[in-house]
Protein backbone atom coordinates (compact mmCIF):
# COMPACT_ATOMS: atom_id res chain seq x y z
CA UNK A 1 0.00 0.00 0.00
CA UNK A 2 1.55 3.49 -0.58
CA UNK A 3 2.43 5.13 1.81
CA UNK A 4 1.71 9.34 2.19
CA UNK A 5 4.82 10.55 1.67
CA UNK A 6 5.61 7.89 -1.29
CA UNK A 7 5.94 9.43 -5.29
CA UNK A 8 2.86 7.26 -6.41
CA UNK A 9 3.64 5.44 -9.65
CA UNK A 10 2.11 3.63 -12.31
CA UNK A 11 0.63 0.82 -12.20
CA UNK A 12 -1.15 2.70 -8.86
CA UNK A 13 -4.17 0.20 -8.23
CA UNK A 14 -7.47 1.18 -7.27
CA UNK A 15 -7.28 -1.31 -4.30
CA UNK A 16 -3.98 0.15 -3.22
CA UNK A 17 -5.44 3.48 -3.00
CA UNK A 18 -8.87 2.31 -1.56
CA UNK A 19 -6.90 0.71 1.22
CA UNK A 20 -5.90 4.09 2.44
CA UNK A 21 -9.73 4.78 3.65
CA UNK A 22 -8.87 2.26 6.31
CA UNK A 23 -10.93 -0.44 5.41
CA UNK A 24 -9.63 -3.94 7.02
CA UNK A 25 -9.32 -6.09 5.07
CA UNK A 26 -8.74 -3.65 2.03
CA UNK A 27 -10.49 -5.24 -1.19
CA UNK A 28 -8.47 -6.28 -3.69
CA UNK A 29 -8.63 -5.87 -7.34
CA UNK A 30 -11.14 -8.44 -7.55
CA UNK A 31 -13.85 -7.49 -5.43
CA UNK A 32 -14.15 -3.99 -7.20
CA UNK A 33 -16.12 -4.12 -10.05
CA UNK A 34 -17.18 -1.83 -13.06
CA UNK A 35 -19.50 -2.09 -16.00
CA UNK A 36 -18.16 -0.93 -19.42
CA UNK A 37 -20.91 1.53 -21.21
CA UNK A 38 -19.86 0.36 -24.73
CA UNK A 39 -19.95 -3.58 -24.39
CA UNK A 40 -21.90 -4.11 -21.40
CA UNK A 41 -19.50 -6.43 -19.61
CA UNK A 42 -19.52 -6.59 -15.82
CA UNK A 43 -16.02 -6.84 -14.57
CA UNK A 44 -13.57 -6.76 -11.81
CA UNK A 45 -10.27 -4.48 -11.76
CA UNK A 46 -8.35 -7.42 -12.30
CA UNK A 47 -10.02 -8.52 -15.33
CA UNK A 48 -9.14 -4.82 -16.80
CA UNK A 49 -5.90 -3.57 -18.53
CA UNK A 50 -4.18 -1.05 -16.51
CA UNK A 51 -2.15 1.40 -18.52
CA UNK A 52 -0.65 4.66 -17.74
CA UNK A 53 -3.26 7.36 -17.68
CA UNK A 54 -2.80 10.18 -20.41
CA UNK A 55 -3.43 13.22 -18.09
CA UNK A 56 -0.38 14.37 -15.88
CA UNK A 57 -3.17 14.16 -12.52
CA UNK A 58 -3.58 11.14 -12.82
CA UNK A 59 -1.23 7.25 -12.38
CA UNK A 60 -3.26 4.70 -13.77
CA UNK A 61 -6.62 4.06 -16.00
CA UNK A 62 -8.04 1.20 -15.86
CA UNK A 63 -9.58 0.04 -19.68
CA UNK A 64 -12.39 -2.52 -20.24
CA UNK A 65 -11.12 -6.26 -21.08
CA UNK A 66 -12.49 -5.93 -24.37
CA UNK A 67 -10.64 -3.10 -24.80
CA UNK A 68 -13.47 -0.51 -25.23
CA UNK A 69 -13.17 2.71 -23.25
CA UNK A 70 -11.46 3.50 -20.21
CA UNK A 71 -13.41 3.01 -17.00
CA UNK A 72 -11.43 4.11 -13.88
CA UNK A 73 -8.26 6.41 -13.00
CA UNK A 74 -6.81 6.44 -10.21
CA UNK A 75 -4.08 9.31 -9.54
CA UNK A 76 -3.83 12.51 -7.55
CA UNK A 77 -6.85 14.80 -6.23
CA UNK A 78 -8.03 17.97 -7.49
CA UNK A 79 -5.22 20.78 -6.22
CA UNK A 80 -8.82 22.41 -5.14
CA UNK A 81 -11.90 20.61 -3.53
CA UNK A 82 -14.19 20.14 -6.60
CA UNK A 83 -17.64 19.31 -5.59
CA UNK A 84 -19.12 16.35 -7.83
CA UNK A 85 -15.91 16.01 -10.04
CA UNK A 86 -16.41 12.27 -9.30
CA UNK A 87 -13.00 12.04 -7.88
CA UNK A 88 -12.75 10.11 -4.28
CA UNK A 89 -9.60 11.75 -2.10
CA UNK A 90 -8.12 8.99 -0.08
CA UNK A 91 -5.18 10.57 1.62
CA UNK A 92 -3.05 12.66 -0.97
CA UNK A 93 -4.33 9.91 -3.79
CA UNK A 94 -8.13 9.46 -5.76
CA UNK A 95 -9.96 7.36 -7.58
CA UNK A 96 -12.28 8.19 -10.09
CA UNK A 97 -14.84 6.42 -11.51
CA UNK A 98 -15.67 7.14 -15.49
CA UNK A 99 -18.81 5.21 -16.20
CA UNK A 100 -22.20 6.30 -15.19
CA UNK A 101 -22.55 3.17 -12.98
CA UNK A 102 -19.18 3.89 -11.01
CA UNK A 103 -17.36 1.63 -9.09
CA UNK A 104 -18.95 -1.55 -6.89
CA UNK A 105 -17.44 -2.03 -3.99
CA UNK A 106 -17.61 -5.52 -2.50
CA UNK A 107 -16.75 -4.66 1.51
CA UNK A 108 -15.91 -7.40 4.29
CA UNK A 109 -19.06 -6.85 5.98
CA UNK A 110 -21.40 -8.56 2.48
CA UNK A 111 -22.46 -5.40 1.53
CA UNK A 112 -21.57 -3.45 -1.32
CA UNK A 113 -20.73 0.33 -1.73
CA UNK A 114 -20.70 2.42 -5.13
CA UNK A 115 -18.87 5.20 -5.93
CA UNK A 116 -20.28 7.22 -8.52
CA UNK A 117 -19.14 9.47 -11.68
CA UNK A 118 -18.93 13.30 -11.12
CA UNK A 119 -21.54 15.11 -12.46
CA UNK A 120 -21.33 15.49 -16.24
Not at 16 to 27: K, Q
Not at 83 to 88: A, F, K, L, Q, T
Not at 92 to 116: C, F, H, K, Y
Request: aromatic share 4%; net charge negative; hydrophobic share 40%.
Amino acid sequence: MPSSDAVAQHPLLASEVIGLSGLDPAPTESQLWVDCPVCMRHQSLAEAHVEPADDPQDITAYRCANGCAVLLLTGHPNPFPMPGSGRYRLGDLAVAPLVESGLLIDMPSGNQVRLTPGVR
